[in-house]
């Protein structure tokens, strides 16, 4: 089963944790890679550099920034490829970015939704 892992946290998260925490992120995904765990994953761009993209009537809408008005944002994710969600979120709690923000799991779906 694979779970995608978001990243989220506010803007400055990130800057106050300074290095030793990219650091920390970077030696454990590459413990996860060892053990066949993580296969893929990486930080994005902040929030100001997102455009978000609607199809209305045909036309293309694009607009600067993200669409959520919120202060926490996606900085990041990881797929991951576990037996369980037990095994999941064991891999995800050993994320350095727990301690300042805040993870998400959710499986993904692998075929196309079946209908409830």
Known sequence: MRYLLLLCGDETAA????????????????????????????GLQP???????????GDVLLTDGPFAETKEQVGGFVVLDCPDRETAVAAASRH??????????????????TAS
């Not at 970077?26 to 296969?39: M, N, P, S, T």
């Not at 350095?96 to 939704?113: F, K, N, S």
């Open 47 to 57: 929030p100001a550099e997102a455009k978000t993209l609607r199809v209305r009537d």
């Open 15 to 42: 800057e106050a944790a300074g290095p030793e925490m990219a650091q920390r992120c970077h030696d454990w995904g590459a413990e996860l890679e060892r053990r066949g765990v993580k296969q893929v994953g990486t």
């Open 96 to 113: 350095p970015w727990a301690e300042t923000g805040t993870l998400e799991l959710r499986e993904i779906l692998d075929g196309p939704p």
